[in-house]
């Protein structure tokens, strides 16, 4: 069972434009929500995460909200750069739990 | 400089031989995971480890086998590779089992043939 989902494979934006990616979860027993970027050829990397008791957190360009009742995460981002483009995984996890990540959603700047 | 390691990069395999792919981190962190990547599925668990000598079973265990004998290393190896084992693996290392970031190795690239 999936407990993350990813529905969007991919997404292009222009530079300078707003980045909303989308994530739907199940269930509610995980505590953190995480985003990863990762680029062709190396390993993920963190970006930003949110904790299941808040509705918001904002690091830079990069803006995480949760809808508790609707069980949906997104990250924006805001403005969109070249070097953004990169795929982008949104991930939940627990202190009794290991991080499960959705699929996935490959984000395209244009400039 | 302290990170994480991951060897080799990338690893043909015929099927049926034993392959271990290397995992070395130096930030001594607790728990170490070991993620496939496949197009379509994203990144899918293996196995973790929460210490030494203490493992567990992710979503896709099945084929592989681990160890931790010390904090530090957390080998992956597959007993008989299968086509299907053609992936990306990726092993990572946290302070937490899943509520703080996890840090990510580069990757190591198998194919099996």
């Known amino acids: 069972d999936q407990q993350v989902k990813q529905n969007s494979p991919s997404l292009s934006v222009q530079e300078g434009r707003i980045s909303i990616l989308n994530c739907d979860y199940t269930?509610?027993?995980?505590?953190?929500f995480l985003w990863y970027k990762k680029y062709p050829a190396e390993g993920p990397t963190f970006l930003i995460s949110i904790s299941s008791i808040k509705d918001k957190n904002e690091d830079g360009r990069f803006t995480v909200f949760l809808n508790k009742s609707a069980k949906h995460l997104s990250l924006h981002i805001v403005p969109s750069q070249p070097g953004d483009s990169a795929v982008y995984f949104c991930s939940r996890g627990s202190g009794n739990t290991p991080l499960v990540f959705g699929k996935g959603t490959r984000l395209s700047v244009i400039a | 400089d302290a990170g994480i390691t991951q060897s080799p990069r990338y690893k043909i395999t015929e099927t049926g031989r034993q392959v271990t792919l290397m995992c070395h981190q130096t930030w001594s962190h607790s728990y170490m995971f070991w993620y496939r990547q496949d197009l379509g599925h994203g990144l899918r668990l293996i196995y973790y480890?929460?210490?030494?000598?203490?493992?567990d079973k992710g979503e896709v265990p099945d084929g592989y086998v681990v160890s931790r004998s010390k904090t530090e290393n957390f080998p992956l190896t597959l007993e008989s590779a299968t086509r299907s084992q053609t992936s990306v693996y990726f092993c990572a290392s946290s302070e937490s089992r899943g509520f703080t970031e996890a840090f990510f190795g580069q990757g190591t690239r198998l194919t099996v043939v």
């Open positions: 480890s929460a210490a030494a000598d203490i493992t």
């Open positions: 269930n509610s027993m995980f505590d953190y």
